[in-house]
């Protein structure tokens, strides 16, 4: 691959999905992670809607200050988890972000982490609530 | 430079990294790929056709820096010339040497440093810089030790266009004749003058391609009688100080570039200058940007920012989508992660410096480019803050 980014990232960043908040509430987890290495910041809200008596994320956003790769990788994310269960929301790794983007440049891997980071934390946040 | 593809213009404002080959200079050159391949050090028409070149071309370089040609040493880049002045140097002196260095050096001069200082060759004391990255001269006098052999400061930053204060170093160190003094003028070749004798210093580093020349090719100047060891052994070109058959063409190149730099020098400095200030002042409407580097002791062609809140390769991917070039320090844009040393050595926070853009100018910006940058850039840097954790 000669390009840095793949199309898919570029895309991604160009046009992120879930950009915004989601208001504090109930039914809300807030997760915020910054990453010590690059500087980057990633905020994400959930709002956890019962289905079948399932918890799953009815609606995810996602503020970042970051690099491509952040942003990239914070619109794959919050789409990989929209209307999932919780339980399966928990569980995504930063690789299976990074293979949805079509690969991230080895330099920029941790980029992914910070979105997995910032799931989990909003789950513990409105696990925390319950 | 600017061609219209459907709207976009394409606006190159990275001629800091590498700027594009003169027409003329690629013309000066063209015959010595072709039929006059000779090597220099051959005695045949061929060669001597070759040799007559190289001269032609140190002489050129040698008027420029106003020294003889046999203190002109061609080399493969800036990068190459400044290690053979630092470990050159280093190298030549009998017991461990000490080095005075600034802290916001182009890494190869950084690194080289790093690598004697680790290996055990030399000491180093890394000078320290004010706020607009300017060295003071006071502190290289009081760095000089017993053992000290040589100070190495850049003339321009290459992040964010400080000028510093060389001649005034220069002149300072005319007292300490056992200390050489060492600058890597990569940036300053166009804009200012580098005169050797008024700039007081013994060694010089140039690269063609930031002036119009090709890649591959740059130049150390050497002082005579200064103590330096080759760092490239093998055959006896450049006087014995540079191993290895002259790259022709590209030596060729460097010292057409070099006659086109001093013909138009007086206007280029003028007119780059003027587009920079209308560039600097449209960019700073933008609210939450700070210039960095220092107002007016900077060179004609570099403009760089801190932009609050927004990441400086998020910055320059939304430009590249219009069509523009520039480059970042941040942490995230240098491929090792660290923010850039520059604006760390300024004492801007990582934070800060996360939001780092540079912008530098060339012969062949316009007006037009510069206003269509500043049409650009304000909304790319709200969209962005707009998608940052408040």
């Not at chain 1, 690059?38 to 995810?60: A, T």
């Not at chain 2, 820096?65 to 280093?90: M, Y």
């Not at chain 2, 609050?308 to 520039?326: C, K, P, R």
């Not at chain 2, 800060?352 to 100018?361: A, K, M, V």
Request: glycine letters at 10%; proline letters at 4%.
């Amino acid at each position: 691959m000669s390009q840095f980014y793949s199309d898919k990232v570029l895309e991604h960043f160009k046009n992120p999905r879930n950009i915004g908040s989601i208001p504090e509430g109930d039914d809300v987890g807030i997760g915020q992670i910054g990453n010590p290495v690059c500087g980057d910041i990633m905020k994400i809200f959930i709002k956890v809607g019962k289905r079948d008596g399932v918890e799953y994320v009815e609606d995810v956003k996602v503020q970042t200050l970051g690099c491509g790769a952040a942003i990239a990788t914070s619109s794959m994310a919050t789409e990989m988890i929209k209307g999932k269960p919780l339980a399966e929301a928990e569980e995504l790794t930063n690789q299976a972000v990074v293979e949805a983007l079509d690969g991230l440049p080895e330099v920029k891997k941790h980029c992914s982490a910070l979105a997995a980071q910032a799931i989990k934390a909003a789950i513990e946040d409105y696990r925390g609530k319950c | 430079m600017n061609c219209a593809i459907t709207n976009t213009m394409k606006v190159y404002l990275d001629y800091a990294a590498t700027s594009p080959l003169d027409p003329q200079v690629l013309e000066a050159m063209l015959p010595y790929f072709k039929e006059k391949f000779g090597n220099a050090s051959s005695i045949h028409s061929w060669g001597q056709e070759a040799r007559e070149a190289v001269d032609e071309a140190r002489e050129t370089a040698a008027n420029f820096l106003n020294c003889g040609t046999q203190e002109i040493i061609f080399t493969s880049c800036a990068t190459e010339s400044n290690n053979l002045a630092l470990k050159g140097v280093t190298e030549s002196t009998g017991k461990v040497p000490h080095l005075i260095v600034s802290p916001i050096e182009h890494h190869c001069v950084l690194d080289a440093a790093k690598h004697l200082e680790e290996t055990g060759a030399a000491e180093v004391t890394w000078l320290p810089v004010d706020q607009y990255g300017l060295v003071d001269p006071g502190d290289v006098e009081k760095s000089i030790k017993e053992n000290t052999i040589l100070a190495s400061v850049m003339f321009v930053n290459n992040e964010v266009g400080t000028v510093e204060p060389i001649a005034e170093i220069g002149r300072m160190l005319k007292k300490e004749p056992k200390v050489y003094f060492h600058t890597d003028a990569v940036q300053a070749i166009q804009y200012l003058d580098c005169d050797v004798q008024e700039l007081g210093v013994d060694l010089l580093s140039m690269s063609a391609h930031k002036f119009y020349g090709p890649k591959g090719v740059g130049a150390l100047y050497i002082k005579k009688g200064t103590s330096i060891t080759r760092q490239q052994d093998g055959g006896g070109q450049e006087h014995g100080m540079r191993a290895g058959t002259e790259n022709v063409a590209g030596i060729v190149g460097l010292g057409r570039a070099i006659e086109l730099v001093v013909n138009s020098q007086s206007q280029t400095v003028n007119r780059v200058r003027n587009l920079r200030d209308r560039l600097i002042g449209g960019v700073l409407q933008i609210p939450d940007v700070k210039l960095t580097g220092h107002s007016e002791k900077r060179a004609p062609h570099i403009a760089s920012f801190m932009v609050a809140g927004a990441e400086g390769e998020s910055i320059l991917l939304m430009l590249n989508e219009e069509g523009i070039a520039g480059s970042s320090g941040s942490a995230c844009t240098s491929g090792i992660l660290e923010p850039s040393h520059v604006l760390t050595a300024m004492g801007i926070s990582p934070e800060l410096s996360h939001g780092s853009l540079r912008l530098s100018l060339g012969k062949q910006t316009t007006e037009d480019e510069i206003d269509y940058v500043l049409e650009k850039l304000p909304p790319i840097i709200e969209g962005l803050r707009k998608m940052a954790p408040k």
